[in-house]
């Protein structure tokens, strides 16, 4: 193997192991900062090494011991400079005489609760939902700074000043690196979801810049959604939500036209649909509802998006299930949003006018004053309903409270179609 071909075998390992050693790093020495430098350093004790003596049998147990030796010299290093090193140091070494043998006792860890237990920590509730979507993405999925600033359209600046905040903001407040227990596990796994989520909707409608999609962020928003259900195989929700992502990204490149237009869900090319992401997300939809998780917010969801799934054509669309479902979803998770989603569930199966009723009702809703696709659907609802010209005022409404280029194009296109 040439220089540049165990170069590269190397970088190729790092980027596969580089979450589990930040995770179990992050464990020992109780920072985020101090792990992800002792991580770079194993990479470069490799780079230095593997070119002399061949890739190992077992790589990455091999970067993981170089990186906690490199851990434990670090804390005998700063021993007097703080006694909770002291005690970590300590509690690496236990009453074992020689470093070596605690490092490989270490290597039976659990990873899976260590890396588990890191994106707990990532997502803790008393940071902001942007600063746990930044850090998850960095420390989670392994993106520069740059690349998480181009995803969410921000400057790097900007991204590395939220990042060091959270890091401080959770050094601060000493919270464990360890997956919670009991009551605490629920609530805080509702927070990771949300996370999860929140990095896939900007990926699958981007708020705002050029682009309609960004199948990057989706991309590593599934890929999470997929390590975390390997580590908690019994929760439901969790493959609710796997199986809502996989099941809309199946639709990612079918959403827009050759020109990068919107396309409607009843305008999309169904055979450009990706059939293996809709079967993996019907398999963890399955599932989901095996462990009793069917009336669960994100099962509910993906059992909506599996009714578009299942239907070959737009026509043969089961409308009154998902109008049913969506009554569902309203007792389980009640908002403005779920209401304007019920409304077009609700006109696409019984009519324009039983649409129009609904979202009539939300008018005064405080949370929907500027959002979008309120004016849009009634637009619709009124285009159906053949009442054109206020039809063409509700999407030039909805056109200038978009931020999203491609939106603004779509709307005023409709507009258009109104006519005068």
Known sequence: M?????????EATFRIERARLIASLARLVRDIDRAEEMAQDALV?????????GIPANPGAWLMTAAKRRAIDTIRRDTMRSRKHAEIARELDGAVDDPAEAIEASMDDDLGDELLGLLFTACHPILSAEARAALTLRVIGGLTTDEIARAFLSNEPTIAQRIVRAKKTIGKAGIAFAVPRGAERAARLASVLEVIYLIFNEGYAATAGEDLVRPSLCMEAQRLGRILA???PQDAEVFGLLALMEIQASRLHARTGPDGALLTLTEQDRTRWDRLLIRRG?????????LGGADGPYALQAALAACHARAAKAEDTDWARIASLYDRLRDVMPSPVVDLNRAVAHCMAFGPEAGLKLVDALADAAALRNYAPLPAA???????AGRLAEARTEFEAAAKLTRNAREVAFLVARAEACGA
């Open 282 to 290: 019907l398999d963890a939809l399955a599932r989901a509802e095996a």
């Open 378 to 384: 009634r637009g619709d609802f009124l285009f159906r």
């Open 230 to 232: 390997g580590l908690m």
């Open 45 to 53: 004790i490799a780079l230095a090494e593997w070119p002399r003596t």
């Open 2 to 10: 040439t220089a540049g071909e165990t170069h590269r075998a190397i």
